[in-house]
């Protein structure tokens, strides 16, 4: 079974997020980054996968030359080898450009199952997996919380959670999965495995090597474009419900739902 | 000047600190308050690698640099104390003596399992009656036929008696030197030897979930092979053993002072009184700016003593500085932590006052502030 395993690097969650200047972008200066945590899921599940069925873990990244460290953090929990897609032109590209960009380091690898986070944590969009397998040809389960390979190595079935019911999806290979929370709970990366990624191979490739052509790439290439960031409005203090009884105070919670938040 | 880390410094740091936050978190209050060694707390540590890490592979280490060692370190401390005890003395008081001044066959023998952390190891240099003034050490070692044979006591050991605990590196009296002074040596002694006898201490006040013990030897025979090093050496190995020991103390005084930080930064911003978060007083928000202030210059001075140490140059000072120093700004950060908490942070449900309490050890564990003001002063000859 060889598996890659698509990953970004996104602002830690504990990050205060600050909008930059041009209203349009955040700032970065402040910002410690960390492998998306549905990647993180992904990452998980090839090791497991591996493990089970031999084979090889390739991890792939997209973005500036800090991204290494999260490709070097998928190697040190046990990945056998890193890719980084690394140009200048990438600087500013919408999902559909990033997808692209993984399809022509992919394309040609030898693969049984492609995972991506089911979206990144920054600008949740989840739309990376999909289009991935779309421009591979490839069949794509999305949200997969429970992966299972058949004995014969064929196929796959993934179990997806749907209000509360779960679907079960069979797929022949390849096949993308993207992760989802409850997948697993991903390893930490141990200290011998971080000794151990140091010599593991990560090999840079710009656009001019992956043969794509640099002008579908990057700002002015966006079929998205951001026109406008907004912090989130300010939380209003909340509003303690007097009353000397339970019943009172229900009475009350009642009335105000209806009268002033309008929601009953 | 280049204060970059390594990025697999970087990726330690964030492994060991979620590997704090989701395992050590949620149970370091009500193992304080238990006064209890945690085994499963101790093997999850083991198997992320926190046991012999500057040791070589050859010996089943981790072949890292003191740097990362003490990073490790100091994300342990930054959750809690007694977990970064039981890692800071398995590596540098456990590991380090045997490492540093073992023969291939004590290493072959001691090391891999040390390294596992299937096993820890005593560091048994203070007696009852010789604590600061290590060097007068009463215990005996009497060489008999192929055998020394130990009397005396040791007390104070980390991780010395606990159900893993394969035994103790003890400074004995082995002889007299030519000058009349006593001859001071290392001897393995094992667990399990008759005669040897490690008794868990209680009553801490603070690393409450570290062992400490207490030790007694009586009669306890062990093979001639069971010296470390040169015969007469023993001494000049427990200080310089504590050299580097004092660099993983400084790791936890800085890693507890982040710790009591970040909690109070976070209360102090959270907590509203006469209708703004108390952070915006101005007395309280210079606390918290003398608290990032101080930890800034305790990471520099320590980081800086690694550096020394990992470039094979003299370390010795530096490190006795910033074993002194981060002890003490841990100390300032938190009294202002608990300070900042009011009331809140005189009650167990709050963190900050295990910190409190667990800091108090920084000031006294392996060399006294006073002892390290000595060694400062000799370096700088004064005195
Ligand atoms: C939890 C814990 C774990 C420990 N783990 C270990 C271990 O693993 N192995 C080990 O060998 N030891 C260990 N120790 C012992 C520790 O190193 C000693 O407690 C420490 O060295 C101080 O010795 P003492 O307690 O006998 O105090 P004393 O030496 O009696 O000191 C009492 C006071 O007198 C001061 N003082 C002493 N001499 C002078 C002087 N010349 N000038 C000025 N002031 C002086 C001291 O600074 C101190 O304030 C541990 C201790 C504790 C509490
Ligand atoms: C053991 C114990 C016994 C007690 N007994 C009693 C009792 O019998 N009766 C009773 O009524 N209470 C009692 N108290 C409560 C005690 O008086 C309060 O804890 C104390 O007044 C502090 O209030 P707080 O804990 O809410 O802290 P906070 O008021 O939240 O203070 C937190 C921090 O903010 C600082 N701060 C707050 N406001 C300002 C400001 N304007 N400018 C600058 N700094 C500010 C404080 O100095 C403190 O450092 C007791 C508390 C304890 C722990």
């Known amino acids: 079974m060889n598996i890659i395993v698509c990953l970004k690097q996104v602002p830690d969650t504990e990050t205060q997020i600050k909008i930059a200047p041009d209203g349009k972008s955040i700032v970065e200066d402040d910002i410690k ?86 979206r990144g944590i920054d600008d949740d969009l989840g739309l990376v997996g999909a289009s991935v397998a779309e421009f591979l040809g490839i069949p794509h389960i999305a ?11 064929s196929s796959v079935k993934v179990h997806r959670p749907v209000e509360g019911q779960t679907l079960v999806i069979e797929s022949p290979l390849p096949v993308l999965i993207t992760a989802q929370k409850g997948l697993n709970e991903p390893r930490y990366a141990s200290l011998p495995g971080i000794m151990k990624a140091k010599k593991k191979p990560l ?25 406008e960031l907004t912090p989130p409005p300010e939380r209003k ?21 209806h009268e002033e938040a309008k929601v009953l | ?108 023998k001691y090391l891999p399992k040390l390294c596992s952390g299937e096993a820890l190891w005593g560091f048994g240099l203070t007696e009852p009656n010789a604590g600061s003034d290590a060097g007068n050490s009463k215990t005996t070692a009497i060489l008999d036929g192929d055998e020394w044979v130990v009397n005396g006591s040791k007390i104070f050991i980390t991780n010395a008696s ?55 030897f009586e009669d306890c025979r062990v093979p001639k092979e069971n010296l470390l090093g040169e015969r007469g050496h023993g001494f000049h190995q427990m200080l310089e053993t504590l050299d580097k020991g004092r660099l993983s103390i400084g790791a936890m005084g800085l890693g507890g002072a982040q710790g009591c930080f970040e909690m109070a930064l976070r209360y102090a911003r959270e907590r509203v009184q006469f209708g703004k978060p108390i952070a915006h007083f101005q007395v309280n928000s210079f606390k918290l700016a003398d608290m990032a202030m101080e930890i800034e210059c305790a990471r520099l001075l320590l980081y800086k003593a690694c550096w020394l140490c990992d470039n094979d140059k003299p370390f010795g000072k530096e490190a006795a500085m910033a074993k002194l120093y981060c002890s003490e700004v841990m100390y300032r950060c938190a009294n202002h932590a608990v300070q900042l908490h009011g009331g809140y942070g005189l009650m167990k449900e709050y963190d900050v006052e295990r910190f409190y309490r667990d800091q108090k050890l920084l000031e006294i564990g392996e060399g006294t502030s006073e002892v390290q003001r000595i060694v400062i002063s000799r370096y700088i000859g004064a005195i």
């Open chain 1, 33 to 118: 980054w960390i492998m998306n945590p549905y990647d993180e899921f992904g990452v998980e599940e090839a090791l497991r996968i591996k493990e089970k069925f031999g084979g090889e873990v390739t991890v792939v990244g997209l973005g500036p030359k800090r991204v290494t460290e999260a490709i070097r953090t998928a190697l040190a929990m046990g990945a056998d080898k890193g890719i980084l897609i690394t140009d200048d032109a990438l600087e500013g590209s919408d999902s559909l450009a990033t997808a692209k960009a993984l399809t022509a380091a992919i394309k040609d690898l030898d693969y049984d199952i492609i995972f991506t986070g089911q």
């Open chain 1, 143 to 153: 949200l997969g919380i429970k992966v299972e390979i058949a004995d014969d190595q």
């Open chain 1, 203 to 227: 090999e840079e490739k710009s656009l001019a090597d992956l043969g794509v052509d640099a002008s579908e790439f990057g700002e002015a290439a966006r079929k998205l474009k951001i026109i």
């Open chain 1, 237 to 257: 203090a909340g509003k303690i419900i007097e009353g000397e009884t339970p019943q009172e105070k229900a009475a009350e919670l009642a009335k105000l739902l």
């Open chain 2, 1 to 108: 000047m280049d204060f970059t880390l390594s990025m697999e410094q970087e990726i330690l740091r964030k492994s060991v600190r979620d590997f704090a936050e989701n395992e050590i978190r949620p149970v370091a209050k009500e193992l304080d308050e238990r006064e209890e060694f945690s085994y499963e707390t101790m093997q999850k540590m083991a198997e992320l690698g926190l046991f012999g890490m500057v040791v070589s592979e050859t010996y089943g280490g981790q072949g890292m640099d003191y740097l990362s060692y003490i990073i490790a370190t100091e994300e342990i401390a930054r959750v809690d104390g007694s977990h970064a005890a039981t890692v800071a003395a398995g590596n540098s008081l456990g590991i380090g003596p045997i490492y540093y001044y073992g023969n291939e066959e004590q290493k072959q």
């Open chain 2, 162 to 216: 606990t159900e893993i605990s394969a035994g103790v590196t003890a400074l004995c009296r082995t002889g007299t030197r030519d000058d009349g002074r006593p001859e001071l040596s290392c001897i393995i002694v094992e667990a399990g030897t008759p005669g040897y006898e490690a008794r868990p201490m209680h009553g801490k006040m603070m690393w409450r979930a570290s062992n400490t013990s207490e030790l007694y």
